[in-house]
């Protein structure tokens, strides 16, 4: 299969999706409305929402009603990095090659819109339209999935130790602890929430987590490698921005070809935890491989 | 009936509730769970917990279940309290009482502790405990409403406008936005979750509604003479911190004893909203009137 056309196609639904979810720019009032859609829209990849949607796809759900909820990932993801930018956080100019969203619109509006889009993944999930597609209980289990992800036993917690390791000595645990909460657990719940709305077995859910866990750690130690080795055009931030701000990072520890070497292993176990599946869940081992392709 | 033992009665069961619903200050990473802690138990009175115990209580449910569910809303009120406290934001250095969540533990880690708790609301709401005592589908609509009361149509637009009109010349129609925003809002859906658990009729949804933002904006009011004449003892935050800001209030539209006068009235009809409501509303009833004797 073409993937990259895939990922093309996936990603005009999905921003066609988020288009009609959240308000036009002119909603009053408008400053955070504005400042929402200009991270949401900024050309981001919806890695998240597509992994939701080609995880449900491997279980031979049809994907139309899992758009908005697999938006709402988007959402979440746009909240944290517009937090993740802010000065008394990681302090970053660029963001996907523009300027951040406190930069544009200034602290107070950028927390806001983060506030803005946390609430708003909320909103998404628990609209009354959902249920023609998705019974109550198991919208619950997506809430409650994405909440715990997003929260202090994930993304929030991960970016707390983030915060408090800049400019230490850090060990491999450490690390390891940042990577599978700030980054790890929104990609975890993404194909979790796919497999949840597609009414997996037990094991199916289980491989699936799994995959996730490896895909997520693939997609790190290539973050990490393309941090180094990338151009600020490819990467769409100040490149060497780890290296600046004294963080460590996988290719620290490990050094670059081992870090490389290491990308491709994890995401060749990824495919393997899907050997039970049939070919309905070729996209997933797709994006498997085309995550660690971008850094060899 | 005596509101003040009746208001110390449901603060010791929602403190309780509260106690269990969030993680012990050892958790890792423990920055974030201490942060969160210290605002959460810094006193608050648990009003809008209370708000949605009576509701319920009015309509002849049993409250137990319901502990977590109204926690959830102080969960929130935290959450923007911490936010709103920033030095990008209202910059104030007291709350109730003590130095302000960035004072004390950073400006990174109390906006990572306000995101931890508007997480962990829906967490503790899509909690699968909860379906015990509540039908997937009501909770859904709780979540519904809090969600939307917190976002960008709630507390996080009421306060976009409220800090792009600092300074500025306010008309009335904008303060009134503010208000019924900032802090109505998430007054009126305390009411509304108590109703929605507690399966309220339609008419009766709507006259607790209207009681709800009745009972708003008599706090609100009530707030802002507080600020001109209360101490610092009283109120627990920095007196005529409104003034020092230049912000529009209440009382600097209608001076001190018009605005003492439309307290108690506001508070009336909160009470008359209530006529078709027999004596198990008299907690609410009680509730809108010591609103007002606070500044009277």
Chains 1, 2 share one sequence.
Do not use: W
Request: positive net charge; contains cysteine.
């Amino acid at each position: 299969m073409d993937i990259k056309a895939y990922l093309q196609k996936r990603k005009i639904l999905i921003d066609r999706s988020l288009e009609k979810q959240v308000p036009p720019a002119k909603t009053f009032p408008p400053a955070v409305h504005e400042a929402m859609r200009y991270s949401l829209f900024a050309g981001g990849k919806r890695v998240r929402p597509i992994l939701a949607l080609a995880s449900a796809e491997a279980l031979g759900a049809p994907v139309a009603d899992l758009l908005p909820i697999a938006g709402s990932l988007e959402l979440i993801h746009t909240y944290s990095l517009i937090h993740d930018d802010l000065p008394a956080m990681d302090d970053d100019d660029l963001r996907r090659g523009r300027p951040t969203c406190h930069k544009v619109y200034g602290e107070a509006i950028a927390i806001l819109a983060g506030d803005g889009l946390l609430n708003m993944a909320f909103e998404v999930l628990s609209d009354p339209r959902r249920l023609k597609a998705v019974p109550a209980g198991r919208m619950l289990a997506i809430i409650r999935e994405l909440s715990t992800a997003s929260g202090v036993f994930g993304m929030v917690g991960g970016q707390v130790v983030d915060i408090q390791s800049e400019g230490k000595e850090v060990d491999f645990p450490t690390l390891e602890y940042i990577h599978t909460h700030k980054t790890g657990a929104l990609i975890r719940s993404s194909v979790r929430i796919g497999a949840l709305y597609a009414r997996a077995g037990k094991r199916q859910f289980t491989a699936l987590t799994h995959y996730g866990e490896m895909v997520g750690l693939a997609f790190q130690i290539a973050d990490d490698i393309l941090d180094l080795t990338g151009t600020q055009e490819v990467i769409g931030k100040d490149v060497g921005s780890d290296l600046k701000k004294d963080k460590k990072t996988f290719p620290s520890f490990y050094g670059l070809e081992e870090s490389r070497r290491r990308a491709v292993e994890v995401a060749e176990k990824a495919v393997h935890l899907l050997k039970d599946f049939d070919r309905k869940a070729d996209p997933l081992r797709e994006l498997a491989k085309y995550i660690v392709q971008r850094v060899n």
